[in-house]
Nanobody, 121 residues
Framework: QVQLVESGGGLVQAGGSLRLSCTAS????????MGWFRRPPGNTRDLIAA???????TYADSVKGRFTISRDNAKNTVDLQMNNLTPEDTAVYFC???????????????WGQGTQVTVSS
């Protein structure tokens, strides 16, 4: 079992920045890929960024150029730096562990409780 705990959400004005953090604990040996998902109000939970154990990152088009994912393998943490936020980024953000298949992220069914990000206009 793996436990994931997110932190760093909050309320920010459009154009501002936030940094989300997630710590994995439990059976963390050989975690492959880690990712961030988000679920806007009334919408599905979608992958927005993922990073392999080697540090290779991929992003959804909606956040590319504004968000940066990073991880510390020794600490089993994954962060999401979010810049130039817009109201469309308002969502509950979840971290996840998964596996990378040649650039395609497969999510395992391990989720944190999520952290709310609200961007005001």
């Amino acid at each position: 079992q793996v436990q994931l705990v997110e932190s760093g959400g909050g309320l920010v004005q459009a154009g501002g920045s936030l940094r989300l953090s997630c710590t994995a604990s439990g059976s963390t040996l050989n975690i492959d890929a880690m990712g961030w998902f988000r679920r806007p109000p009334g919408n599905t939970r979608d992958l927005i960024a993922a990073v392999t154990s080697a540090g290779s990152a991929t992003y959804a088009d909606s956040v590319k150029g504004r968000f940066t994912i990073s991880r510390d393998n020794a600490k089993n943490t994954v962060d999401l730096q979010m810049n130039n936020l817009t109201p469309e980024d308002t969502a509950v953000y979840f971290c996840n562990i998964g596996r990378d298949y040649s650039g395609r992220y497969h999510a395992y069914n391990y989720w944190g409780q999520g952290t709310q990000v609200t961007v005001s206009s």
